[in-house]
């Protein structure tokens, strides 16, 4: 007991310091507006009707229930690209915080993943919605979502914690950043299905992570069981980019002071 008390008094420190960190921010964040919390789902539902206008009234591209399978991505997507949007900047806007003696820095990086995954809770029974609408018979495979999500965010805070420390170095990393994520976008089989590719891009498609977390979120929407051999694929490497990161995070971290 006495070997774990000082661990346990940390880390509840550190889940005290971010409940308060993450409440400041949604509170910042929807301060003044009249839809509140209600914008959390206002953005994926607009990419929503704009890809079935495209993709299935215009263009009609041949997907079953494409409504479901591109809320799917979206939500799922939006939660990285917001993640690490806001995350890459959460130490060089925070010298204050930094400055403060003894405050766990590493808790900022982890605000940005945390609250973004309670915007996308919000999501979630619109999405239900949507499922059932199109008339697509949930089973019991659904209660495997926080899995999923877990792994999900496992990977961003791994890349958030990277991106964050590098930032602070290298300020360039906040402009290339939205870039890449542009590319990753497209990159990944949110408004497209993978077996519409040709067999070379589809197992190039594959190795992006999102890619697996994305076709786990739709297999458990659809009533079937995840590939649970990729997705612990994903897990392995997340935790092992998380190892790294937060590595990388603790080194960069002795010298936030003097660069920010």
Avoid: C
Avoid at 84 to 91: H, K
Avoid at 176 to 205: A, C, H, N, W
């Amino acid at each position: 007991m006495t070997m774990t008390s000082p661990a346990l008094g940390k880390l509840n420190h550190w889940f005290a310091v971010l409940g308060v960190l993450v409440a400041r921010d949604h509170k910042a964040r929807y301060k003044n507006t009249a839809m509140g919390m209600l914008w959390a789902v206002a953005s994926p539902v607009l990419f929503l009707l704009t890809f079935y206008m495209l993709f299935s009234v215009i263009m009609r591209v041949d997907v079953p229930n494409y409504a479901s399978f591109a809320f799917t991505g979206i939500i799922a997507w939006t939660w990285l690209q917001t993640s690490l949007n806001e995350g890459v900047a959460s130490i060089a806007h925070n010298s204050s915080l930094v400055s403060h003696p003894g405050f766990p820095l590493q808790t900022l990086p982890m605000v940005s993943v945390v609250s973004n995954l309670i915007n996308m809770v919000f999501s979630l029974p619109l999405l239900f919605v949507v499922v059932l609408v199109e008339h697509v018979q949930l089973g019991w495979q659904v209660v495997l979502m926080p899995l999923i999500m877990l792994v999900q965010l496992v990977f961003q805070l791994s890349l958030t914690y990277f991106a964050s420390a590098a930032n602070v170095t290298f300020r360039d990393v906040q402009y290339i950043l939205p870039v890449l994520l542009q590319l990753g976008y497209f990159m990944t089989p949110i408004f497209y299905d993978l077996s519409q590719l040709p067999e070379r891009f589809r197992k190039v498609m594959a190795l992006n992570p999102m890619s697996q977390i994305i076709e786990a979120y739709r297999a458990v929407l659809n009533g079937r069981l995840p590939d649970f051999a990729s997705l612990g694929m994903v897990l392995a490497v997340s935790i092992g980019l998380l190892i790294l990161g937060y590595r990388y995070f603790r080194r960069a971290a002795e010298h936030f002071l003097e660069e920010i």
